[in-house]
C-alpha cells in the first residue's frame, strides 16, 4: 500500500520543476454497445461512457486538491471503434465520431481516443470505411483523437493500408486548413500499438482489457533535467569527476520517485470510483513551457546542438533508465514508458529545427531508441502522398525489426514551406516546418502494396 508521506519528497518537484500527473485516462469497454443500427449504437455509447465517467472528472479534481497534484489531463480511451461498428459504412463511422465528442463533451474530458483500427495483417471492408472517414470524422469532432495500428513484428506491415494512409494524412490535413491542418496532429499510426497506453492521440482501450480501467500518464522531464544540473553541479562543486552510470543512476532514482507519485493519484481515483487500476505510463513528455523539455536534457548532458552526433547515444541511455527507474517502483509500469521526443511539443526541439540542426534523418535514427516515433513533425504542405506513405514506412519498419512500439505522427501543413512557423498552441505547441528531402521519390516502392513480411525472430518453433 502506498503512502502519503512516501511522496513528501517530491513537493519541490510539484512546485519548481515541473512534475505533473500529465494524464489519468479511464479506459471504457464499448463492445457491447453495438447494434446493427448506428444511431441506435450512438445512443448505447453515449449512456455507457455518461454510466462510466459521469463524475470521473469531479473524482480527478478532488484526489487533485487532496494531494497536491497537478493532473493536467482527464480522458477517455475506447475499444478500438472499427470494432464496435464492424459493418458500417463511411457515413456511419463520421456519426460514430460525432456521438464521441458529444459524449465527452458531456462528461467534461479533455480528449476521447480511441477511434482506431488494428490492421497489421490485412484490411476488412470495415476498415477501409473507417479509414474513408477518418478526415470528415476528424474535421466534424473537437475533442476525439484517431489512430490506426497497421504493423507489428508478429505480422509485419500492411502495405496496402499503408498506400491508403498517405492520402489520408493530407485529406485529415486540407480537411482542418482552416486550423493549419490541426486534424493530423489528431491522427496518428503505429507499430506494436500498446492497449494501455494513457497519452494521446494513441490511446485505445485495448481487447485485452477489463470493462474498465484506468491508467495514469506521469511526465517530468523538467524534474530529470534539475536532478542533472544538481548533480553536475554537485559534483563540480567538490573536484570529483562525474560518469555516465553515475547520470543514469540518477535518472533512474528520479524516475522512480515520479512513478510512486502517479501510482498515489491513480489508485485513490480508482478506489473512489470503483474501477480497476490499471499501468502508470511514466514517459517523459515534454511541453511547450520552458524548463520541461527533453531537448534541454541532451544539452546538460553533453550536445551543445540537439541532433549533433551523440544524441542518439544519449536519448538511449535516458530511455533506458527511465524504464529501470519506473519498472523498479511499480509492478504496473505500462504503456509506452520512456522518453517521448515530440517536436512541435519540446521548445527545444523545435528550436533546434528552426536552425537546422535536427533534420528529419536524424530524428528518425533517433526514434530508434526512443518510447514513441516521429511525433508532432510539421512538413510542407506540399508534399506528397507517397512521400508520406514512405516516410511511415520507415518508421514502423524501425518499429516492427526492433521489436518496439513506433509511430508517426506527421502534420502537412496546407499552403505552408519549409522553414515557416505553424503554432497550435496549449500543449499542441508549434515549430518551423521542418523540410522533406527527395519528395515524390518513393511511389515506385509504396505502389507495390501487399504485406511487408515479419521478421524471423518474431516466429516461435
Known sequence: ???????????????????????????????????????????????????????????????????????????????????????????????????????????????????????????????????????????VSDKVCASINIASSQKGINMDALAMLGRTVKDIAIRTSHQNGFGAAKFVVFCNQPGDNPFMAGAIHGLEE??????????????????????????????????LDEIAEEIKQTTFRVTRCGELVGRQVSEILGVSFGVVDLSLAPTPTIGDSVGEILQILGVDAIGAPGSTAILAMLNDAVKKGGLFASKTVGGLSGAFIPVMEDALLAEAVGRDELCLEKLEAMTCVCSVGLDMVAIPGSVDADTIAAIIADEMAIGMINNKTTAARIIPVPGKKAGEMVSFGGLFGSSPIMPVRNVGKSSRFIGWGGRMPAPIHSFKN
Do not use: W, Y
Not at 453515449?46 to 484526489?63: H, M, W
Not at 464496435?84 to 481516443?113: H, T
Not at 491508467?215 to 560518469?243: D, T
Open 1 to 139: 500500500m502506498l503512502r502519503s508521506d512516501q511522496i513528501l519528497s517530491t513537493v519541490e518537484m510539484i512546485q519548481k520543476e515541473n512534475l505533473d500527473v500529465r494524464t489519468v485516462t479511464m479506459g471504457i469497454n464499448l463492445l457491447d454497445c453495438r447494434t446493427a443500427n448506428v444511431q441506435h449504437t450512438c445512443r448505447n455509447i453515449e449512456e455507457r461512457i455518461r454510466d462510466k465517467a459521469g463524475s470521473f472528472v469531479e473524482t480527478c479534481n478532488l484526489v487533485s486538491r487532496r494531494l497536491g497534484i497537478p493532473v493536467v489531463n482527464k480522458r477517455i480511451s475506447i475499444t478500438p471503434i472499427a470494432f464496435v461498428g464492424a459493418g458500417f459504412d463511411r457515413d456511419g463511422f463520421v456519426e460514430l465520431a460525432r456521438c464521441l465528442d458529444r459524449a465527452a463533451i458531456s462528461v467534461g474530458v479533455d480528449i476521447l481516443g480511441g477511434f482506431s483500427a488494428q490492421v497489421e495483417k490485412g484490411m476488412t471492408a470495415t476498415d477501409r470505411e473507417f479509414i474513408l472517414a477518418l478526415p470528415e470524422a476528424l474535421a
Open 210 to 243: 477489463a470493462d474498465t480501467v484506468l491508467n495514469i500518464g506521469v511526465s517530468g522531464p523538467g524534474v530529470v533535467a534539475r536532478a542533472l544540473e544538481r548533480l553536475i553541479n554537485n559534483r563540480k562543486g567538490n573536484g570529483s569527476r562525474l560518469r
